[in-house]
């Protein structure tokens, strides 16, 4: 069993930062493919930002040289790294886990993004 913890959403102006973490409880996390997710009112779900267990990474491309994805097997954590934030990407962001078997969810952090 894993489980999941999101932290770092706030409220922060635009063109400002935030880094978002997601620790990560039971074993072999560095075995897991780690995303991030995010959901605005109204809107599906979608992915940001993807990082394997080998370290090749994904980003959609509204974030792409903005966001940053890292992790860190030692400290069972993901990290993303938002830059330049705009207003569309407010969301609650969700991390997910996955292990080729099944996806693992935390419950979400939420990330508003106005003056």
């Known amino acids: 069993q894993v489980q999941l913890v999101e932290s770092g959403g706030g409220l922060v102006q635009p063109g400002g930062s935030l880094r978002l973490s997601c620790a990560a409880s039971?074993?072999?996390?560095?075995?897991?493919?780690m995303t991030w997710y995010r959901q605005a009112p109204g809107k599906q779900r979608e992915l940001v930002a993807a990082?394997?267990?080998?370290?090749?990474?994904n980003y959609v491309d509204s974030v792409k040289g903005r966001f940053s994805i890292s992790r860190d097997n030692a400290k069972n954590t993901m990290y993303l790294q938002m830059n330049s934030l705009k207003p569309e990407d407010a969301a609650v962001y969700y991390c997910?886990?996955?292990?080729?078997?099944?996806?693992?969810w935390g419950q979400g952090t939420q990330v508003t993004v106005s003056s």
């Open positions: 997910d886990a996955n292990n080729g078997l099944r996806d693992y």
């Open positions: 039971g074993r072999l996390f560095s075995m897991f493919t």
């Open positions: 990082i394997r267990s080998g370290g090749s990474l």
